[in-house]
């Protein structure tokens, strides 16, 4: 499960380092071909830009990692389809609708568990809440998170938690080795979990100096300017994802 938005070419910039990209949200649980590398991007508001790009599509969808894990016969099998999660910002949306629907799909699907890979902040929220569904209908679960204290306040059965920048928690950029320990890390916090609302921390670094933590979202470190500029495209983001959503897109 992702929450990574499919690329689409008339909704302005997605790529590597772009802005917060509100018209390329989706607002409906979708479904993509698990034999084919899907386009995703994570044009997400609060992404920590400062020191990734979301470049490397590893780094937020596991998919290749995954079935180099079937070929390695680590796991039996990858479930026919991948699901993208929408973060709707209303955990009432979240429960009563998108999570049942994923639900839905992944019995359909025949899963027997799911991996579960959170971006920005909501979407650590939006996923625990559906790990929490998918558990009470029967389909383990495993979240791969960046955000420890929004996925233990809500609370899941398993999370591994990197400590990296939102936007990598399936491992490194350009480091398909960190990629993959990242994903045996999950699947063995899935097969090892003996109690509730288990936390395993990667082992793996960021960089050896931990000062890039002190940007993320540190109003000390901005000046009026910067604030006044992040307010207006703050707003302006929300401001279309309204328009959006008001038009069934």
Not at 85 to 98: A, C, G, H, L, Y
Not at 104 to 109: E, K
Not at 160 to 166: A, E, G, N, R, V
Not at 191 to 215: C, F, I, N
Request: charged letters at 25%; proline letters at 6%; glycine letters at 6%.
């Amino acid at each position: 499960m992702t929450t990574a938005a499919p690329y689409r070419a008339d909704k302005g910039d997605q790529g590597p380092g772009a802005p917060y990209n509100a018209a390329a949200k989706f607002y409906a649980v979708y479904s993509g071909d698990s034999a084919v590398d899907p386009d995703l991007r994570i044009a997400h508001v609060a992404i920590d830009r400062a020191h990734t790009t979301g470049e490397d599509i590893g780094t937020y969808f596991p998919l290749r990692a995954m079935r180099q894990s079937v070929l390695d016969g680590r796991i039996g099998s990858v479930a026919p389809r991948f699901h993208g999660f929408p973060t709707n910002r209303s955990q009432k949306t979240t429960i009563e609708t998108d999570s049942p629907e994923l639900v839905r799909r992944c019995v359909a699907d025949g899963a027997d568990a799911a991996i579960l890979v959170a971006n920005c902040p909501v979407c650590h929220q939006s996923l625990a809440l559906a790990a929490n569904a998918l558990e009470a209908s029967g389909i383990a679960t495993v979240l791969m998170g960046c955000a420890k204290d929004i996925v233990e306040h809500v609370g899941v059965p398993r999370f591994l938690f990197s400590d990296f920048p939102l936007g990598n928690a399936a491992g490194k950029p350009r480091d398909p080795q960190s990629q993959r320990l990242s994903l045996e890390l999950a699947l063995v916090l899935l097969e090892s979990a003996r109690t509730s609302r288990t936390t395993v921390q990667s082992p793996l670094t960021w960089s050896d100096d931990p000062s890039w933590k002190l940007d993320y979202c540190n109003i000390d470190r901005l000046s009026a300017d910067d604030i006044a500029r992040k307010r207006a495209e703050f707003d302006a983001g929300k401001a279309a994802a309204r328009r959006i959503r008001e038009q069934g897109a």
